[in-house]
RNA sequence: GGGUGGUUAGUUCAGAGGGAGAACGUCUGCUUGACGUGCAGAAGGUCACAGGUUCGAGUCCUGUACCACCCACCA
């Protein structure tokens, strides 16, 4: 019967099979797993103990919402980390917590309270303050739920929020002393200033792209003379607030206009012509409206001509009262009118689309106002350059090292960070005024009385700081700075710093501030900077793509170590992670394959001797040795690449190790020992795949913590949990003999099968090799594999034939390095085999020809090290004799 | 306007001077005493383009094109 396409045969019942357990959903084992590694101990810090330190302190997850991908992505890189130098023998600490997140999170919680017919002003300062702590405990909670599904190994112990006491301590601590220091200072200027929001930003809160809009060009008659000044613009709603009209003192376009003045229309207010190098004659009309109010630059101009700052616009964005046919009209709403009367008075002269770049608030998307406000900031150059020059000594390193530049590149351009916020969820600028003698003083307890003149009338600064301010802080505050703690003094400066690259400014770089202002030593020796997480497309996640996979969704289908491997199979170094179905999967199908090995060594052979004293009583064999060497090599490479913060590599390595190698080769070649063999033989096989099941347990427990630690605990031989378990060690040696000699028999029983496949041969059906071989050598190494090939390829036997005895004509055949053989087939199976045996020859006849070119090149051989030399002549010799005997064996097949 | 990456198999990437690799996907076969979430085999690449250095270039240098990202106050 013909079967249908994906079709499944039905699953062969077997009563035998059911002694040991087929995998159990992930979601049986995982939680209660957690508990179990918390009740242990396992994540806690121990700072008594003489051992190297691994520390990283987590970037704290904004209490806004719940973790996304990206999140995820951060937590598993840095659990995996954590986890491997805990093995290694560090003392590994993690330090979890959350941050406050001002702006984004006053945001949640007004919309929450529009969407109930109430508001932050309805509710006061203090109301809203309370009501934000209630919906902080519940982000939280929700938040580290979150994390233990991942597996997370922090230590709770240790967890710290962006606000609470210690860090609120820390931040009014450092707030006070670069106050003191005069780096803290209040001035009137030109901020960015979100129009929802309500608040100052910094600028590097303000995301910029271009947008198609439109340049205006407007006339500015002159007074008491004909004609006009055109000016051009993009905002030509801001005329309102027009102070001047500057030219370059150099254009002779305007020489004659030098000195004059202009009427501003609309406004009909008197405004003179000036002149300003920082003028572009080559822009517009070379003509510039000076809006010192609105706009950075013309509030430059202004300051350095005496101009007066006329704000037009209110803190939302609308147009001030003074200006009464427009008052009261939002931005946008006051551009078309002025256009249109602009229009009318036929003072426009024109208008072409224009390009141009307009900044949005990073926090609610709205176009920020270069707004003219008092403001606090931070004088930055001073604390940018230690933080510039401690990367440039190397005592931090980024990782890909490419951010390098990144970094040094804005610290060394740094410009004041404008750090008061006009909201009501952050840190209270710790400033008090005093009404009776006007000093500012700023302390850490709250003030009752003025330092200077002892009066009682103080007021307390309103505004809030940048939440930036408090996560600067964060691997400081998280360990106890201001005070002088234990954990400071251990773990400080911390390993390092696992994060996006998105935030290397707001973040990386204010902690490398802060942490050597304030904590002598940078606050990590290093910083991984990973990528993002994409979508299988490769596009962003994001909630206006409409392609966001919850993690813990993923997590109830798969598993978390199945969300784990997709994340760190694929996380290369600073490389964006692709994920999608088929990466999960991936993940699943090595977790099932993990089972089900386990589950036959366990059904198989349920008990075995210590790998040591096995090995005194029997000798091991080739495979035996392969696998322990291949085990060593493993050991060795894993902890390179994790050393070298190469997950992906280390992941794929063990990945490799343990399914090709273990199980494909080891695992299959033990069969027929485990079966038939001498009790010896058995013993040695089974105390080697119990010793090699563990050890692969526990070089991807990192990754895949769970299946692991659920497969360990099955283990006759294990003890405690594979989670506190140290590094596995094998005191065996890598062994090249024996991987060569593997190796040949793998490329023989590879051979053999391609033969078989090529002529459909069923498993079951043994067939007879010939080699025709001239080495002695590899004759012995197949010899000894025999019962290998046997086993693996589904032969029955092999002759060995001298060269020049022949094969017969019937026969298909394979060359190795070497040797040649043969499978001899029924008639009328040869047609295919003469056109594989013509391809492979003009294959290798062209790859010959490149030899032999390179071999009469006299350049070639004076020139080239007499060791590639060597190795060209022994390739051509083997080349030609693999010529040889495909034209031969070709010559035979035709000249029948 | 400045900067940083990238361009290698259908896809995602590794390879950093001497015989083009992995994973996934594709195709073919398989009730193989753990696993069909599996096993076995196979196909698939002018290493973006153009110059240069070299006995020899995915690999080093220069330039070009395209893609991605970041920074910047030209109205």
């Known amino acids: 019967m013909e079967k249908e396409p994906g079709e499944v045969p039905e699953r062969r019942k077997r009563s035998d099979s059911d002694r040991f357990p087929r995998r159990p959903n992930p979601a049986e084992y995982e939680s209660e797993w957690y508990a179990r590694w918390i009740e242990g101990g396992c994540f806690s810090a121990r700072p008594e103990a003489d051992a190297p330190r691994f520390t990283i302190v987590i970037p704290p ?43 984004a999170t006053q945001n949640v919680v007004e919309k929450q309270l529009a969407d109930e017919g109430t508001s932050r002003a309805e509710l006061g300062r203090e109301g809203f303050e309370k009501r934000v702590r209630e919906w902080k405990g519940a982000a939280i909670e929700r938040i580290n739920d979150q994390i233990r599904k991942l597996g997370c190994a922090v230590d709770w112990t240790m967890e710290r929020f962006t606000m ?62 004909e004609g006009a000044v055109t000016v051009a613009t993009t905002r030509p709603e801001t005329m309102l607030g027009d102070s001047a009209v500057a030219v370059n003192p150099g254009d002779d376009r305007y020489r004659s206009f030098h000195g004059k003045r202009l009427l501003l229309p609309l406004v009909r207010r008197e405004i003179p012509l000036i002149t300003d190098d920082y003028v572009d004659m080559s822009f517009g009309t070379g003509a510039l409206k000076i809006t010192p109010a609105h706009d950075p630059y013309d509030f430059e101009i202004g300051r350095r001509h005496g101009l007066a700052q006329h704000r037009m616009l209110t ?69 940018a350059a230690p933080a510039a020059e ?105 390993t390092v ?65 199945a969300l784990r491997y997709a994340f760190l199979s694929s996380a290369g170094m600073g490389q964006d992670v692709y994920i999608s179905d088929e990466r999960f999967k991936a993940g699943r199908n090595l977790c099932n394959k993990l089972w089900n090995s386990a589950r036959f060594i366990l059904m198989d052979s349920p008990g075995a001797p210590p790998l040591e004293k096995a090995l005194e009583d029997e000798p091991p064999d080739l495979a035996d040795r392969w696998i322990l060497s291949r085990a060593a090599v493993l050991l060795d490479e ?17 990945y490799a190790f343990f399914w090709h190698d273990f199980c494909d080769w080891y695992l299959e070649s033990a069969k027929p020992k485990l079966r038939a063999g001498q009790p010896g ?46 590094c596995p060690s094998l005191s065996w040696e890598p062994d090249r003999d024996a991987e060569d000699a593997m190796s040949l028999i793998q490329d023989f029983i590879r051979s053999v099968r391609d033969i078989r496949a090529n002529l459909n041969a069923p498993p079951s059906k043994k067939i007879e090799v010939i080699v025709l071989t001239g ?64 391809k492979k020859r003009s294959a290798l006849a062209a790859e010959m020809e490149r030899v032999e070119r390179k071999l009469g090149d006299e350049n070639f051989l004076s020139r080239a090290p007499g060791e590639i030399v060597k190795k060209e002549n022994q390739r051509f010799a083997a080349l030609k004799e693999d010529l040889h005997k495909i034209s031969e064996r070709l010559n035979e097949l035709s000249g029948r």
């Open 638 to 654: 894993t902890k390179r690449a994790m050393d070298g913060y190469r997950i992906d590599e280390a992941l794929h390595k063990a």
């Open 164 to 225: 609470d006491e210690q860090c609120s301590l820390a931040v009014r601590t450092a707030f006070k002393r670069l106050f003191d220091e005069g780096l803290i200072y209040r001035d009137t200027r030109i901020i960015n200033w979100c129009p929802r929001c309500r608040t100052a930003l910094s600028d590097i809160e303000v995301e910029h792209a271009e947008e198609e809009g439109a340049l205006y060009y407007i006339a500015y008659p002159l007074i008491g003379d």
């Open 61 to 103: 997850p904004n209490i806004t919402g719940s973790l996304h991908m990206g999140h995820a992505l951060n937590l598993c890189i840095q659990d995996a980390l954590i986890r491997y130098r805990k093995s290694a023998g560090a003392d590994s600490l993690w330090v979890p917590g959350t941050d406050h997140a001002g702006i």
């Open 390 to 494: 401690a990367v440039r000594e190397g005592k931090t390193r980024f990782l890909p090292e490419k951010w390098t530049k990144v970094y040094l590149n804005w610290l060394d351009d740094i410009r004041d960070w404008c750090i008061s916020r006009q909201l009501w969820w952050g840190h209270r600028i710790p400033v008090w005024t005093c009404g009776s003698c006007g000093a500012v003083s700023s302390s850490v307890e709250d003030l009752a009385a003025c330092p200077s003149c002892s009066s009682a009338a103080l007021s307390m600064e309103e505004d809030v700081l940048d939440t930036w301010f408090s996560s600067g802080l964060w691997p400081l505050s998280t360990l106890g700075w201001p005070a002088g703690t234990r954990a400071l003094e251990v773990y400080y400066p911390t």
């Open 681 to 726: 033989r058995r013993a040695l096989t089974a105390a080697i795949l119990h010793r090699l099941i563990a050890l692969n347990l526990s070089i991807l427990h990192p990754f895949l913590p769970f299946i692991t630690e659920e497969l360990w605990k099955l283990l006759p031989a294990a003890e405690g949990m594979l989670a506190a378990a140290p």
């Open 775 to 838: 080495s002695g050598e590899k004759i012995q190494t197949v010899k000894a594999g025999e019962p290998y090939i046997a086993a693996l390829a589904g032969v029955e036997r092999i002759s060995f034939l001298r060269r020049g005895e022949i094969a017969g004509k019937q026969t298909l055949s394979s060359l190795l390095p070497g040797m040649e053989i043969h499978v001899r087939v029924p008639e009328g199976a040869m047609k295919e085999e003469m056109r594989r045996l013509e």
């Open 497 to 561: 710093l696992v994060t996006g690259f998105d935030i290397i400014f707001f973040w990386v770089a204010r902690m490398m501030m802060f942490g050597l202002k304030f904590g002598g030593d940078v606050p990590f020796r290093e910083v991984y900077i990973h990528g993002i997480v994409r979508d299988a497309k490769g596009k962003k996640m994001s909630k206006s793509f409409g392609n966001v996979i919850d993690p813990i969704d993923t997590i109830g289908v798969y598993g978390a170590d």
């Open 315 to 383: 803190e939302e964005a609308v147009i001030t009262g003074d200006y009464p046919p427009y008052a009261g009209l939002d931005r946008y709403e006051a551009r078309k009118r002025v256009v249109e009367d602009l229009k009318a008075a036929e003072l426009l002269k024109k208008q072409e689309p224009y390009r141009h770049s307009v900044g949005r608030c990073y926090r609610c998307d709205t176009a920020v106002e270069p707004y003219l406000s008092l403001q606090w900031f931070v004088k930055t150059k001073p604390l």
